[in-house]
């Protein structure tokens, strides 16, 4: 009876409810605006460098009862191979800056993909950028793309600048990538935008086509662990959501435990305690 309910909650039909009745709501993408607007230079230089992704308005959050609820539903729901993934780093997880999260308890985001949207980076070439390498990624007939994916970061410090930091779990079957071997050597600490490499010019100029994925040195579906020691950018897909199946591009599901909790989330996954994850706190 359980697993049924935790199945409900995440197949689009209960999460779709109990996210459009929470008194949490939507996330504004003006929420996002105002945030850096208002924020001191140090903040937004910091945002700037970090160039994480702005959710979009359609981004819709549901609070969880606790910790315990949160586990549960990683448990059930979570790929054992993304979770593989984080145990094989040392412990180190992924992050997103969650906006209108509610202090000190998990919460289920339903988020749509946003890397084609302009906004999302303020830059119609990030926006060229990433339709470009979704292309290649479609060729290649990639399961994770910017049609889908969402980033997030190994640097809780760099989620900060956009939102409360949360470590985030995806729910249902989980596919990821990121740049690793750039110009033969191996680079860490890589970001999806602005590129490793720059694209090439179509023509030699107008607007930017994408190096083919191989060529960037782009990594999909192998080696997450490596990725999260070396703190670089992750794009994550899963399957859990509304819309989403095949890969279609529709909302994902994930579960968002903000960094205060972690202490907390690590015991009940059985997780060691990183002293790096320690240190962002201060």
């Known amino acids: 009876e359980k697993m049924l309910h935790l199945a409900l909650l995440c197949s689009g039909g209960e999460l779709g409810s109990r996210i459009g009745s929470s008194p949490l709501g939507s996330s504004p993408l003006g929420s996002r605006r105002q945030l850096l607007l208002g924020a001191p230079a140090a903040v937004v230089a910091s945002a ?154 179509a023509g030699g100029a107008g607007g930017s086509a994408g190096r083919s994925a191989a060529s960037m040195g782009l990594v999909v579906d192998d080696d997450l662990a490596g990725a999260i020691r070396d703190g670089d950018e992750v794009m994550l897909a899963a399957t859990r959501g509304v819309g989403v199946g095949g890969g279609s591009g529709g909302s994902m599901a994930f579960v968002a435990v903000p960094l205060a909790l972690e202490g907390e989330l690590r015991a009940g996954l059985g997780l060691r305690v990183r002293k790096a994850a320690l240190l962002d706190h201060g």
């Open 48 to 201: 700037a460098f970090a160039r994480q992704p702005v959710e979009s308005s359609a981004e819709r959050l549901t609070a969880l009862g606790s910790v315990d609820e949160a586990v549960a539903l990683i448990n059930a729901e979570t790929d054992s191979r993304f979770i593989d993934g984080i145990k094989r780093s040392g412990g180190g997880f992924l992050y997103r800056g969650v906006i209108g999260a509610p202090l000190g308890r998990p919460c289920l985001v339903l988020s749509p993909p946003d890397l084609l949207n302009p906004s999302t980076y303020g830059s119609t070439d990030a926006a060229e950028y990433f339709r470009a390498l979704d292309v290649e990624l479609t060729k290649a007939r990639s399961p994770v793309g910017p049609r889908n994916g969402h980033i997030a970061t190994p640097d809780s410090r760099a989620a900060a600048s956009w939102g409360q930091p949360a470590s985030i779990w995806p729910l249902g079957a989980t596919h990821h990538a990121y740049y690793r071997d750039v110009q033969g050597g191996r680079a860490r600490g890589t970001l999806f935008y602005p590129p490793p490499l720059p694209p090439v010019r």
